[in-house]
């Protein structure tokens, strides 16, 4: 009678396993490749050199008595702005922009305009749930100043 050889099973086993796991990391490449990757701005590097003027904005926004004071009301669905009192509120521009982390293509931009009481209105129903940054950049006197808050939509 013939003997029956035994079969080594660890190569088919090793090449097996090989195979699936190069097959998964195929598909994972893919699929990472595939999802948008968004730094923090379209121009990060740019604004990243120019960073130094952003701690001037920030030091002489500090610096003021009274800087803005931003509130959001998630209740009454809106952000206000409040501009010092001391200055006077036909002379106050710029820019506020809601800025969403997670997806620059949700981003706002709205032009600074505050009324006598020297404050500013932002209804919030069109924003989506979740973290936003407000950031404000305003002028006053040839000056430029900054402020933000991070607020959380429900």
Not at 49 to 57: C, S
């Amino acid at each position: 009678m013939a003997e029956k050889t035994k079969r080594n099973l660890w190569p088919a086993g090793l090449i097996t396993v090989l195979g699936l796991f190069a097959l998964w990391l195929t598909v994972f490449i893919i699929y990472a490749s595939s999802q948008r990757s968004n730094l923090v701005s379209p121009t990060y590097y740019s604004e990243e050199l120019k960073y130094q003027e952003q701690i001037d904005r920030v030091n002489r926004s500090n610096s003021l008595e009274n800087n803005v004071a931003i509130t959001f009301q998630p209740r009454m669905g809106k952000i206000l702005l409040k501009f010092p009192q001391n200055l006077d509120y036909s002379q106050i521009t710029g820019e506020v922009e809601l800025f969403r982390p997670s997806d620059d293509r949700l981003d706002i931009m709205l032009p600074i305009n505050p009324d006598a009481d020297h404050k500013q209105v932002i209804p919030t129903s069109k924003l989506q749930s979740g973290m936003w940054k407000v950031r404000v950049w305003w002028n006053y006197g040839g000056l430029e100043y900054y402020a933000e808050e991070v607020i959380v939509q429900p």
